[in-house]
């Protein structure tokens, strides 16, 4: 079994959360080589959500950023592969969303996970948009 909790991200091990993008093949599509900007993005997310093993290791986890209120920007979502299909993706949005409960969730879709977010009761949205960073 698992456990989900949420957590300080700036607590975190980056060196184990690293491990679980690894792990879950997330790492692929987050720049997890500058080791010094994933330490912000995990400083930076305000809602961040782990799961843990019987024996405490980390399995997954949910890296959001939300405003408290309103809004809730669901950026990294990542099960080790070990884990997956049993419901830790799941159990992590669900804590997720009980943190602020509010809030509407939103997130941008890995394409190997498009189908996932609507088997768990998410709505696809027609009208998103994105702009590319500036540097
Ligand atoms: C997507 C991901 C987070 C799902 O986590 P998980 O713990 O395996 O998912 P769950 O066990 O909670 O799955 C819940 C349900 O969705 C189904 N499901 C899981 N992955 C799915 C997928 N890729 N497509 C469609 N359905 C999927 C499960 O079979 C389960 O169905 P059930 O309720 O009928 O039994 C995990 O596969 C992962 O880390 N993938 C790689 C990283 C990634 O792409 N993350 C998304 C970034 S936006």
């Given at each position: 079994m698992w456990k989900c909790e949420r957590v300080?991200?700036?607590?975190?091990?980056v060196e184990e959360v690293l491990g679980v993008y690894r792990a879950s093949t997330l790492a692929e599509r987050r720049?997890?080589?500058?080791v010094e900007r994933f330490a912000r993005m995990l400083a930076g997310a305000n809602l961040v959500v782990v799961a843990r093993d019987e024996?405490?290791?980390?399995?997954g986890i949910a890296r959001s950023i939300t405003d408290g209120a309103y809004s809730t920007y669901l950026s990294d979502l990542a099960v080790d592969v070990a884990h997956q299909g049993r419901g830790v993706g799941r159990d992590l949005v669900r804590v997720t969303r009980e943190a602020v409960p509010e809030a509407k969730v939103v997130l941008l879709s890995a394409p190997a996970a498009v189908d996932y977010y609507p088997h768990i009761g998410f709505t696809r949205h027609e009208s998103a948009w994105t702009m590319d960073r500036l540097s």
């Open positions: 300080i991200g700036a607590d975190l091990d720049p997890v080589h500058d024996d405490g290791r980390l399995i």
